[in-house]
């Protein structure tokens, strides 16, 4: 009988230890890690803006900004939502790793109105 208290008590303290492993590997980053301009690596004529009032803009050669996004940052998920017409498009994008000069960035969305898929992982700098 003593030896199951030690095993339980054993295997409760390895639990515990994983469990605080686990939550202090966790990264939550700021808004003010984002502020900014951001320019994708494969793309550079393509940027995205973080601004401080929650709101982003973007730039795409040939097509004028036509909608502002906001985000809403928590943790490692950066929520974006875009208002186009009467419709409303929420999506997340994970951040993979972020320093004052790149940000590794994952999409795994929905497909495009037209059968693409932008899912993947995106490398930005920050101009």
């Known amino acids: 009988m003593k030896k199951q208290g030690i095993r339980m008590i054993k ?25 900014g301009t951001w320019s994708y690596d494969d793309e550079p004529a393509y940027t995205v803006t973080f ?41 997340v994008v994970e951040i993979r790793s972020l320093n004052s000069t790149t940000m590794v960035l994952y999409y795994d969305g929905n497909l495009l109105f037209d059968g693409q898929s932008l899912n993947g992982e995106y490398i930005l700098t920050k101009k």
């Open 51 to 91: 601004r401080e009032d929650g709101t982003m803009g973007y730039s795409a050669p040939g097509s004028p900004p036509s909608f502002t996004p906001t985000y809403t940052l928590d943790g490692i998920y950066i929520y974006v939502r875009v208002i186009v017409g009467s419709t409303t498009v929420n999506d």
């Open 11 to 35: 295997g409760l303290l390895a639990m515990a230890l994983l469990t605080v492993l686990t939550v202090s590997c966790q990264k939550h980053y700021s808004v003010s890690d984002l502020l």
